[in-house]
């Protein structure tokens, strides 16, 4: 995985494992997925050729999400499933389970909070690769800027975690990350920069999706949407994204384009 510090960066990886199920099995599976009328309860992947890549499924218990489990193109296997854990009102850890190798523990992501409820500390972990661990650690004591400082640490097996990098978030008014910077380069040249819609996000609602500034996987951000990401010190690499909607002003589907033209193309269904 990268060591990206925003997820939005990750969210555009393409599911290319597939496994072996009763595709009867799965589809029962799918029946008995539950949530709140409005919540989010599918998001299907499609690429720029028009094919399926894969299928999101959520399903939740309460205002809080259980589990995200992504399926094939034809939903006759599934491919990962994330399991979510909370303390109180915050998540608290995600794990990613491969499923294709009996639930093989792939990841899991621990968040530790301060006594505000602000994200302290988010730690990767990979079981089966400890060298492959790293942490974002949280510091707001320049809150009041809406700044926020982020250090990375990435794991060395023989030296234990190691300082790789640091970085300024700034946010806007809903706490969602509006850009990022070198933690020592000037505050007008940020090496990201978001924009974001005025509708509502999927996981608007869902418990614990405020938390946190790590964006899983498109549809699940804080309250709105990002329409575009903008290096500006690199214009190849935006990235603009272009929404349809409901009646609840949630997205139905959302069309990704970079330097390339169309590459990603999600649409998203409500229980």
Do not use: W
């Not at 555009?12 to 099995?25: A, G």
């Not at 974002?136 to 926020?148: F, K, V």
């Amino acid at each position: 995985m990268k060591k990206g510090i925003i997820g939005i960066v990750n969210l555009f990886v393409v599911i290319l494992l597939t496994s072996c199920s009763s595709e009867s099995n799965t589809i029962n599976a799918i029946d008995s997925y539950t949530g709140q009328p409005g919540f989010l309860k599918s998001a299907k992947f499609i690429t720029n050729t028009g094919d399926v890549n894969s299928n999101h499924y959520y399903t939740y218990i309460g205002n809080k999400i259980d589990k995200k489990i992504i399926y094939n193109a034809t939903n006759s296997a599934v491919l990962f499933t994330h399991v979510y854990e909370y303390q109180s009102d915050k998540i608290s850890k995600m794990s990613i389970l491969n499923s294709s190798s009996t639930n093989f523990v792939n990841s899991v992501q621990n968040f530790t909070y301060d006594e505000q409820n602000r994200v302290i500390e988010h730690l990767f972990t990979y079981p089966n690769a400890a060298d492959e661990n790293y942490k974002y650690i949280y510091n707001y004591d320049n809150i009041a800027s809406n700044d926020i400082g982020v250090k990375t640490y990435n794991n060395s097996t023989s030296s234990g975690y190691i300082l790789t990098k640091e970085r300024i978030i700034r946010t806007n008014a809903n706490d969602e990350v509006l850009s990022y910077r070198d933690a020592l380069a000037t505050i007008d040249n940020p090496t990201i920069v978001y924009q974001y819609d005025i509708k509502e996000s999927p996981m608007k609602d869902i418990i614990g999706f405020s938390k946190n500034y790590t964006n899983f996987a498109p549809g699940e951000g804080k309250f709105s949407n990002v329409i575009s990401q903008v290096n500006p010190n690199a214009s190849a690499e935006s990235i603009t994204v272009a929404y349809e909607y409901n009646d609840a002003n949630k997205p139905t589907k959302a069309t990704y384009t970079n330097n390339d033209g169309v590459y990603l193309i999600v649409e998203f269904t409500y229980f």
